[in-house]
Protein backbone atom coordinates (compact mmCIF):
# COMPACT_ATOMS: atom_id res chain seq x y z
CA UNK A 1 0.00 0.00 0.00
CA UNK A 2 1.63 2.87 -0.95
CA UNK A 3 0.06 6.17 0.70
CA UNK A 4 0.36 9.78 -1.54
CA UNK A 5 0.22 12.94 0.76
CA UNK A 6 -0.34 16.31 -0.49
CA UNK A 7 -1.66 19.69 0.61
CA UNK A 8 1.38 21.39 2.22
CA UNK A 9 2.44 24.57 1.99
CA UNK A 10 3.65 27.93 3.71
CA UNK A 11 1.12 29.95 5.24
CA UNK A 12 1.09 32.89 8.01
CA UNK A 13 0.16 32.53 11.69
CA UNK A 14 -3.39 31.64 12.10
CA UNK A 15 -3.99 30.78 8.54
CA UNK A 16 -5.13 27.11 7.66
CA UNK A 17 -4.21 24.49 5.65
CA UNK A 18 -5.77 20.97 4.20
CA UNK A 19 -3.75 18.23 3.70
CA UNK A 20 -4.87 15.08 2.04
CA UNK A 21 -3.46 11.34 1.86
CA UNK A 22 -4.72 9.15 -0.44
CA UNK A 23 -3.81 5.29 -0.21
CA UNK A 24 -2.93 3.15 -3.54
CA UNK A 25 -5.01 0.41 -2.11
CA UNK A 26 -8.73 -0.25 -1.82
CA UNK A 27 -10.61 0.19 0.96
CA UNK A 28 -10.25 -1.90 3.89
CA UNK A 29 -13.28 -3.29 6.17
CA UNK A 30 -10.84 -2.41 9.23
CA UNK A 31 -7.78 -0.31 9.87
CA UNK A 32 -6.66 2.74 11.05
CA UNK A 33 -5.32 6.42 9.88
CA UNK A 34 -3.53 8.92 11.26
CA UNK A 35 -1.36 12.03 10.52
CA UNK A 36 2.29 12.54 12.15
CA UNK A 37 4.32 15.40 12.41
CA UNK A 38 8.07 15.48 12.20
CA UNK A 39 9.91 19.18 13.35
CA UNK A 40 13.79 19.68 12.32
CA UNK A 41 15.61 17.65 15.34
CA UNK A 42 12.53 15.98 16.93
CA UNK A 43 10.83 13.13 16.95
CA UNK A 44 8.30 11.90 14.96
CA UNK A 45 5.21 12.59 17.01
CA UNK A 46 1.58 11.99 16.75
CA UNK A 47 -1.31 14.20 15.48
CA UNK A 48 -4.64 12.79 14.69
CA UNK A 49 -6.25 9.71 13.50
CA UNK A 50 -9.29 7.44 13.38
CA UNK A 51 -10.28 3.76 13.51
CA UNK A 52 -12.98 2.20 11.44
CA UNK A 53 -15.42 0.69 12.06
CA UNK A 54 -16.53 3.13 14.28
CA UNK A 55 -13.36 5.06 16.51
CA UNK A 56 -12.15 8.25 16.70
CA UNK A 57 -11.15 10.53 16.46
CA UNK A 58 -7.89 11.10 18.29
CA UNK A 59 -5.86 14.06 18.67
CA UNK A 60 -2.51 15.46 20.12
CA UNK A 61 -3.10 17.65 22.94
CA UNK A 62 -1.67 20.57 21.20
CA UNK A 63 -3.96 20.34 18.03
CA UNK A 64 -7.18 19.82 19.70
CA UNK A 65 -9.78 22.17 18.81
CA UNK A 66 -7.55 23.14 15.61
CA UNK A 67 -7.38 20.36 13.59
CA UNK A 68 -9.61 17.70 11.96
CA UNK A 69 -8.98 14.63 10.74
CA UNK A 70 -11.94 13.72 8.39
CA UNK A 71 -12.25 10.44 5.47
CA UNK A 72 -14.21 10.77 2.27
CA UNK A 73 -15.22 6.77 1.95
CA UNK A 74 -16.00 7.33 -1.67
CA UNK A 75 -12.80 9.11 -2.77
CA UNK A 76 -10.81 7.05 -0.39
CA UNK A 77 -8.84 10.17 0.96
CA UNK A 78 -8.33 11.09 4.19
CA UNK A 79 -7.88 15.17 5.29
CA UNK A 80 -6.24 16.63 8.17
CA UNK A 81 -8.02 20.34 8.53
CA UNK A 82 -5.80 22.40 9.54
CA UNK A 83 -7.01 25.95 11.45
CA UNK A 84 -5.59 28.80 13.35
CA UNK A 85 -2.02 27.57 12.80
CA UNK A 86 0.99 28.55 14.63
CA UNK A 87 4.63 28.82 14.14
CA UNK A 88 5.27 25.93 16.40
CA UNK A 89 3.10 23.42 14.31
CA UNK A 90 5.93 23.54 11.40
CA UNK A 91 6.92 20.37 10.50
CA UNK A 92 6.83 17.70 7.89
CA UNK A 93 3.22 16.00 7.97
CA UNK A 94 2.98 11.85 7.59
CA UNK A 95 0.37 10.05 6.83
CA UNK A 96 0.07 6.53 8.10
CA UNK A 97 -2.18 3.82 8.05
CA UNK A 98 -2.55 0.20 8.88
CA UNK A 99 -5.03 -2.66 8.46
CA UNK A 100 -5.36 -3.48 12.05
CA UNK A 101 -7.99 -1.87 13.62
CA UNK A 102 -5.30 -0.44 16.48
CA UNK A 103 -5.86 -0.08 20.23
CA UNK A 104 -6.64 3.08 21.48
CA UNK A 105 -3.19 3.63 22.91
CA UNK A 106 -1.78 2.09 20.02
CA UNK A 107 -2.83 4.76 17.93
CA UNK A 108 -0.15 6.91 19.05
CA UNK A 109 2.39 4.94 18.33
CA UNK A 110 4.08 5.31 15.52
CA UNK A 111 5.69 1.64 14.89
CA UNK A 112 2.14 0.11 15.10
CA UNK A 113 1.66 1.61 11.70
CA UNK A 114 2.41 -0.38 8.50
CA UNK A 115 2.66 1.89 5.70
CA UNK A 116 3.54 5.98 5.50
CA UNK A 117 3.47 8.76 3.04
CA UNK A 118 6.61 10.23 1.73
CA UNK A 119 5.68 13.75 3.74
CA UNK A 120 4.54 17.27 3.28
CA UNK A 121 6.16 20.15 4.46
CA UNK A 122 3.69 22.81 6.53
CA UNK A 123 5.50 26.15 7.51
CA UNK A 124 3.72 28.63 9.83
CA UNK A 125 5.42 31.92 9.90
CA UNK A 126 4.25 34.09 12.59
Known amino acids: VQLQASGGGMVQAGGSLRLSCTPS????????MGWFQQAPGKEREFVAAFRWPGGGPYYADSVKGRFTISRDTPKNTVYLQMNTLKPEDTAVYYC????????????????????WGQGTQVTVSS
Open 25 to 32: ARTFSSGT
Open 96 to 115: AATTRRLILSNTHNRGAYDY
